[in-house]
């Protein structure tokens, strides 16, 4: 002991160095690669996003135009995954099921087992990229027991993402721009931001030279937890519970009991490790909200208007001002999510869809970082110290 710093959840340690994305937290900043998430979510679609993370520069046009084709070529599954999946139960939670999907497709793709090859390292991170959206398709058509749609390759991205979860095979699907231009939003939204807990776990996964599936799957399983990714789902399911219990009459009651320690209920959507202001994810996010819920007819909605008012009671609360606990993206993704039909059980599952860009240009810098070594953290060691063991007559 004495040797090491001791660091409880990182809160002053860097772990790395990281060109990828800057945060500034107190002034509610976020940049990928330089360029302001706001510039970024109204002037980019979610594949240039990807291009950048990944690269470091936007594409131009015919840049993008072959990343497209490169993705768009490899939207399918390989057909044993079909076989693979009905081995879940119907009920199981999308992200079991998906941090199974994932870690199995390292299985299907020997090939991408040597990290330090940066042509393996490419072909894996297209894969990736192009068949998240067919695995969180095929978890969500599984568990409400319709046939699985294949990807079309005519769509775009985020259009292709939309038919593969609504389409059936009785009837013609109508892609809705609306819908379309809010998931791509959600993507680009939740594409990277920076050493968060999965991503860290991705790097230390990966820093022991395994394949980058089985590296994408510890970070899946990381982002399930409510504290991160789960967030979104906690969220939701805290309106909900708001509105059982009353509605917006019933607000003050809950803020109550979540400025009691002792309750242990915290205001999901609300605070983040590095934001102490508000999250510029989120008033994008909010302006999406009104977009979509606008679109379809929905603006009356009682979940939406118990959202802001929860919000609005929050902001001005001293609890939350003195802490500095703003809305995170959660806050108004999971309602987004909602509108457009996702269920609340797979606002995880699309939040690593999204993030699985930023977990690989992640890895990739730490793969290409000379001083890159296998992360090993150190202890303090509090247990008993050296001690014979009695006989088992004796104990
Ligand atoms: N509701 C009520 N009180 C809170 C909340 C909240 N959501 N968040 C923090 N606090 C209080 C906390 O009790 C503590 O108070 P005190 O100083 O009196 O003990 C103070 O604020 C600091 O909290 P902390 O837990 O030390 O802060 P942290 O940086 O460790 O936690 C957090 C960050 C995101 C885990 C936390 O704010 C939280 O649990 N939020 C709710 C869950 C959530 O929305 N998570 C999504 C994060 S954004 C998505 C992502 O990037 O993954």
């Known amino acids: 002991t004495g040797k090491f710093t001791f660091d409880p959840g990182f809160l002053s340690t860097a772990s790395c160095q990281s060109a990828i994305t800057y945060i500034d937290g107190d002034k509610g900043e976020l940049l990928y690669r330089g360029y302001p998430i706001e510039q970024l979510a109204t002037k980019c679609d979610f594949l240039e996003t990807c291009y950048l993370l990944l690269n470091g520069e936007l594409p131009n046009a015919t840049q993008k135009d072959d990343f497209v084709a490169r993705v768009t070529q490899h939207t399918m599954v390989n057909e044993q995954m079909h076989f693979f999946l009905r081995g879940f139960r119907r009920d199981a939670h999308p992200m079991a099921v998906l941090t199974g999907l994932v870690g199995a497709m390292s299985a299907f793709y020997p090939d991408s087992m040597n990290l330090n090859d940066a042509h393996q390292r490419e072909i894996s991170a297209i894969r990736l990229i192009a068949k998240l959206p067919t695995l969180v398709a095929m978890a969500y058509k599984y568990s409400i027991g319709q046939p699985f ?114 309750s242990g209920v915290r205001l999901m959507g609300f605070g983040h490790r590095v934001y102490k202001n508000y999250d510029p994810r989120a008033k994008l996010m909010r302006e999406t909200c009104h977009e ?54 797979l606002f995880t599952a699309i939040f690593a869809l999204a993030r699985t860009v930023g977990w690989i240009a992640q890895l990739n810098e730490m793969i290409t970082d000379p001083e890159y070594k296998i992360g090993r953290p150190r202890q303090l060691f509090t247990g008993a110290v050296t001690r014979n063991v009695p006989d088992l007559s004796a104990r």
């Not at 939350?320 to 909602?338: A, E, T």
């Open 292 to 345: 979509v819920l606008g679109a379809l007819g929905l603006e009356n909605d009682p979940l939406f208007k118990l959202a802001m008012a929860l919000e609005k009671i929050a902001l001005e609360d001293d609890y939350f001002v003195q802490r500095k606990l703003y809305p995170n993206v959660d806050f108004y993704s999971g309602i987004v999510q909602k509108a457009i039909g996702i269920p609340v059980s």
């Open 149 to 262: 749609i294949y990807p079309h390759n005519d769509l775009s991205y985020t259009a292709n993402f939309t038919r593969m979860m609504f389409a059936t095979p009785c009837e013609e699907y109508k892609v809705n721009d609306v819908l379309v231009r809010a998931l791509d939003r959600i993507f680009i939204l939740h594409a990277d931001h920076e050493q968060n807990a999965s991503t860290s776990t991705v790097r230390l996964c990966a820093s022991s030279g395994t394949n980058p599936f089985a590296a994408i799957a510890a970070g899946v399983a990381c982002l399930w937890g409510p504290a991160h990714g789960g967030a979104n789902e906690a969220a939701l399911n805290m309106l909900y519970d708001i509105q059982a219990q009353g509605g917006v009459e019933k607000i003050g009651e809950f803020v109550a009991k979540v400025k009691d320690k002792n």
